[in-house]
């Protein structure tokens, strides 16, 4: 079936950086984009960026852009999420999901703990 | 981007309908069809209800459905059921690929 799986959480200093993964599979890799959204404890869900698998073309969200950064495997079909500088208020559950508008798809969310 | 404007809450009794706003800008929902609508239960995953202002993905129920108007979209739940229950999030394209979500509307039924 069409699944995104993401990895396990993560426990990470002020300053430091994250890598989050997202594995597709039961579909065509490198025919649907793959976008990224935050959600902070107890606060709604926020736009960070999106990919196009097949080129690599990335977007950003203005607030992140400079701190994270897009990038796919497309022999793993896997696409990765990198945040860094990270600080207390990146706390929270990192979602990918399939789609270049909608997003039809999701993985299971990644928490990303920010503590010193 | 500023998120689009969903009020905190919304509530109605088993059996009626439900409509939440969306308000945007001229520069996201008043340009582009590509509004779409999200359902989430605690420690849940988003899910798509609703996608290009109106469509409804594949085993949505009928009684969800989605309009705009303007520079605001709406989604409406009819015949309100428990499991309807959740936080939904409004989302629309603002160009160039780049995306901004609605503050999200608790739903309560009755």
């Known amino acids: 079936q069409i699944q995104l799986v993401q990895s396990g959480a993560e426990v990470r200093k002020p300053g430091a950086s994250v890598r989050v993964s997202c594995k597709a599979s039961g579909y065509t890799f490198t025919n649907f984009y793959i976008q990224w959204v935050r959600q902070a404890p107890g606060h709604g869900l926020e736009w960070m960026g999106i990919?196009?698998?097949?080129?690599?073309?990335?977007t950003y969200a203005e607030k992140f852009r400079g701190r994270v950064t897009l990038t796919r495997d497309t022999s793993t079909r896997t696409v990765y999420m990198e945040l860094r500088s990270l600080r207390s208020e990146d706390t929270g559950v990192y979602y990918c999901?399939?789609?270049?508008?909608?997003?039809?798809?999701w993985g299971q969310g990644t928490t990303v703990i920010v503590s010193s | 981007q500023s998120a689009l404007t969903q009020p905190r809450s919304v509530s109605g009794f088993r059996g009626q309908s439900v409509t939440i706003s969306c308000s945007g800008t001229s520069g996201d929902i008043g340009r582009y069809n590509h509004v779409s609508w999200y359902q989430q239960h605690p420690d849940k995953a988003p899910k798509v209800m609703i996608f290009?202002?109106?469509k409804r993905p594949a085993g949505v129920p009928d009684r969800f459905s989605g309009s705009k108007s303007g520079n605001t979209a709406s989604l409406t739940i009819s015949a309100l059921q428990g499991d309807d229950e959740g936080d939904y999030y409004c989302c629309s394209s603002t160009g160039s690929y780049s995306h901004v979500f609605g503050s999200g509307t608790k739903v309560t039924v009755l």
């Open positions: 990919i196009n698998p097949g080129g690599g073309s990335t």
């Open positions: 290009d202002v109106n």
């Open positions: 999901a399939r789609g270049e508008f909608d997003m039809d798809v």
